[in-house]
Nanobody, 121 residues
C-alpha cells in the first residue's frame, strides 16, 4: 500500500503561482511513476504531468511551459510548481502513484484525496 497526501492548494489570482506537494508513505516511493491529475467541475479527470522513476517528465499541452513536476525520493515527495496560473486551471488536483514492472506492465495504482486550486480575481 502507498498512502498519498496532497497539500499546497488554495486561492490565487490569475498570473500567480502555487506549489503543490504530495507526500507518500508505505512502499518504496522511488519505484513508482508519479503524476498529477486534475478534475474541474463537470469535467473528466485529466492528466497534468507525470515523472518516471528515471525522472523523465511529461506534460499536458495546456500546462507546458507553466508547470513543472519534480520528485525528491529522499523525502518521498513529488511537487508540482504552477506558474502563470489561469482561471481554467481551477480544479481539484490529485496525486497518483503507479508501478510499472521491468516489462512496462502497469501494476499497483494509488491516489491521494485531492487538493483544491482556485484561480480567480
Amino acid at each position: 500500500q502507498v498512502q498519498l497526501v496532497e497539500s499546497g492548494g488554495g486561492l490565487v489570482q490569475p498570473g500567480g503561482s502555487l506549489r503543490l506537494s504530495c507526500a507518500g508513505s508505505g512502499k518504496i516511493f522511488s519505484i513508482y511513476t508519479m503524476g498529477w491529475y486534475r478534475q474541474a467541475p463537470g469535467k473528466q479527470r485529466e492528466l497534468v504531468a507525470t515523472i518516471t522513476t528515471g525522472r523523465r517528465t511529461n506534460y499536458a499541452d495546456s500546462v507546458k511551459g507553466r508547470f513543472t513536476i519534480s520528485r525528491d525520493n529522499a523525502k518521498n515527495t513529488v511537487y508540482l510548481q504552477m506558474n502563470s496560473l489561469k482561471p481554467e486551471d481551477t480544479a481539484v488536483y490529485y496525486c497518483n502513484a503507479v508501478y510499472y514492472n521491468d516489462y512496462g506492465v502497469r501494476g499497483d495504482d494509488y491516489w491521494g484525496q485531492g487538493t483544491q486550486v482556485t484561480v480567480s480575481s
